[in-house]
């Protein structure tokens, strides 16, 4: 654990600047007074890019390495035409910082609302392949704007980049009290890259005899996220499914606004990045609207990939008991939450 953290902070586009701002409250106020922290913000995203036309340059990446952490609030406006800063800076970051372990948990805390009938145990983690699959921008297009358009996006899949993931989540299942992991994919239809997740999972799955597996269609799995989400203890899957099955866990388990994520590079050869599972949220930004509390989850993983369990744990039992009492007190802004957080892990 060290005693100082260098921070690279990039709120980015619409709720993201109100977030990100909530996250900093929180950690300043869970850090012991003897560890340093030290933050320097970047303005990357729409405002960056409509001044610059740049997205995210070789020299952003150079200066970026030199954090230990990064924290993302979201990028994306509906000011720039979708896809140019998401391929443009987020995909080319979490890429080029080899982030392939994508860590997203989901655990419905105590008290918290679900559109589930009554409170099930819900409490899994998905690992997200973070730089294969259909977002590689291995496709292209031809005959572009005719009736005879055609496109294409190409899912990679390479053993190396399958193995290592799915390596990282058996041993996570592994260290968890179930030992249960779940591979989704769709290998009755995408047969190719289906049957190199499947062969992968079943050939690693040897060296984990502790650990129980099965395997469930994509489809299917959003099936029993509704209706028996208390299946799972650790999902892995593909890049795509990841993302769409994060969402939906995340609608089940308290809602968008308290999904925390981990872009995280294992062997730390470059920083690994935390940010909330959502998005800018264009329609509520700037409204004071935004949920923080994914955000500050995120710092909790942050701070725990870093060492600092104890004040992750701290930030964890702020949020489970804020979110506890939420359902008996009037709306909160943005900030007022963060406060409150902040309030809590202090005292
Ligand atoms: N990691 C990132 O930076 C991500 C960026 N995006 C980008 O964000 C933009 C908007 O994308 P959407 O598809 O609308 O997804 P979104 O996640 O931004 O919003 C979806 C819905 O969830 C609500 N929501 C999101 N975060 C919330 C919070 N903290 N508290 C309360 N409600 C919240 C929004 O109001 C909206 O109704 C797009 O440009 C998209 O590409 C989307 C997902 C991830
Ligand atoms: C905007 C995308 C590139 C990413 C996304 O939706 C996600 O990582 O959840
Ligand atoms: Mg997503």
Do not use: C
Not at 24 to 40: C, G, I, N, R, Y
Not at 122 to 135: A, M, Q, S
Not at 209 to 227: F, G, Q, R
């Amino acid at each position: 654990m060290s005693r100082s953290i260098n921070l690279a902070v990039i709120p980015g586009d619409g709720i993201g600047q109100e977030v990100v701002a909530e996250g900093l409250k929180v950690l300043s106020a869970v850090l012991p007074q003897d560890v340093k922290l030290e933050t320097k913000e970047y303005d990357f995203g729409a405002k960056r890019y409509h001044a610059t036309g740049e997205t995210l340059t070789d020299a952003d990446l150079d200066e970026l390495k030199r954090h230990d952490a990064i924290l993302l609030g979201a990028i994306g406006d509906p000011s720039v035409p979708s896809g140019v800063l998401e391929r443009g800076f987020l995909l080319k970051l979490r890429f080029a910082f080899d982030h392939h372990v994508n860590l997203r948990p989901s655990k419905l805390l105590p008290g918290v609302a679900t559109p589930l009938a009554g409170q099930p145990e819900i409490d899994f983690v998905v690992v997200r392949e973070g730089t294969e699959g259909p977002y590689t921008g291995n496709g292209g297009t031809i005959r572009k704007g005719t009736p005879h358009e055609v496109a294409t996006e190409v899912s990679v899949n390479t053993a190396f980049g399958v193995e290592r993931v799915v390596r990282d989540a058996f041993a996570r299942a592994q260290a968890r009290p179930r030992k249960k992991l779940t591979l989704v994919h769709k290998n009755n239809v995408l047969t190719f890259a289906g049957h190199l997740w499947t062969n992968v999972f079943n050939k690693v799955a040897e060296e984990f005899p502790e650990v129980t597996t099965d395997y469930i269609h994509v489809d299917a799995a959003t099936i029993y996220l509704v209706t028996d989400p208390a299946r799972f203890d650790v999902i892995v899957t593909d890049n795509l499914f990841g993302d769409i099955i994060t969402d939906l866990a995340a609608a089940v388990s308290g809602g968008i606004g308290v999904a925390a994520s981990g872009n995280i590079n294992p062997g730390r050869a470059f920083p690994s990045m935390f940010e909330p599972v959502h998005g800018s949220a264009p329609d509520i930004a700037g409204q004071g609207k935004a949920d923080p509390s994914a955000t500050v989850l995120s710092v909790a993983l942050l701070l725990r990939h870093l060492g600092h369990d104890a004040e992750a744990a701290r930030i964890e039992d702020a949020v489970s008991a804020d979110l506890a009492e939420r359902g008996a007190l009037p709306a909160r802004s943005t900030s007022q939450i963060g406060d409150a957080l902040a309030a809590r892990v202090a005292g």
